[in-house]
Each structure stands twice: as structure tokens, then as C-alpha cells.
């Protein structure tokens, strides 16, 4: 399984990015999806999560202005990020999890700044 990860950039403050996250190889094993990003100097954190059933779920920072997503006839899974703060700067990885092992992408940039 290979993740891809696109999408990031430079946005001002306020502005909106979508990150996408194409899932290829053997994707029938893949039950979830998540988001995680990392900022300069901090640990790894959760961004959002898609699981099988059931309600999405966000980290505080982000509810009300992130969204995820999954297009399983394309095998993307989409961060639709709105409303966008300086500390939101990161670097933003998708997750899929699988029966036996949790795969990563390669990291996407994402930088808020005026």
C-alpha cells in the first residue's frame, strides 16, 4: 500500500487549502483514514479520522473549519481545510490503517502566513 499526499502550500491567513491523499496497491485491507500534522519542534498530532463506521472525528483545534473525507471509487481520501490560522503551519501526513499495520504518506507542507 502507498500513500501519496498533495495538495499543501502557501495560503494566507483565513484562506482555504484541500489536501488529498490518493491510496494505492492493495487498498482492500484499509478499514480507516486520518490526517495528522506536525509543526516545527512539536510531536505528531491528530487532525482528523475517518472511521469505518460511524462519525468522523477532529481535533478541537481544527472542528468547524476542517473536513475529511473518502472517495473509495478513486481511493482518495480528502482534508478540506477552511478558515485557516498561522498555527495550523505543518507539515500534514495521511494515514490509512489497515488489519495488521498502519500505513503513512510522504507529508505534505501546508504554511499559513500573510
Known amino acids: 500500500v502507498q500513500l501519496q499526499a498533495s495538495g499543501g502550500g502557501l495560503v494566507q491567513p483565513g484562506g482555504s487549502l484541500r489536501l488529498s491523499c490518493r491510496i494505492s496497491?492493495?487498498?482492500?485491507?484499509?478499514?480507516?483514514t486520518g490526517w495528522y500534522r506536525q509543526a516545527p519542534g512539536k510531536e505528531r498530532e491528530l487532525v482528523a479520522f475517518?472511521?469505518?463506521?460511524?462519525?468522523?472525528n477532529y481535533a478541537d483545534s481544527v472542528k468547524g473549519r476542517f473536513t475529511i473525507s473518502r472517495d473509495n471509487a478513486k481511493n482518495t481520501v480528502y482534508l478540506q481545510m477552511n478558515s485557516l490560522k498561522p498555527e495550523d503551519t505543518a507539515v500534514y501526513y495521511c494515514?490509512?490503517?489497515?488489519?495488521?499495520?498502519?500505513?503513512w504518506g510522504q507529508g505534505t507542507l501546508v504554511t499559513v502566513s500573510s
Open positions: 494515514q490509512a490503517v489497515g488489519y495488521t499495520r498502519t500505513y
Open positions: 496497491g492493495d487498498t482492500g485491507g484499509i478499514v480507516a
Open positions: 475517518l472511521p469505518p463506521h460511524g462519525r468522523s
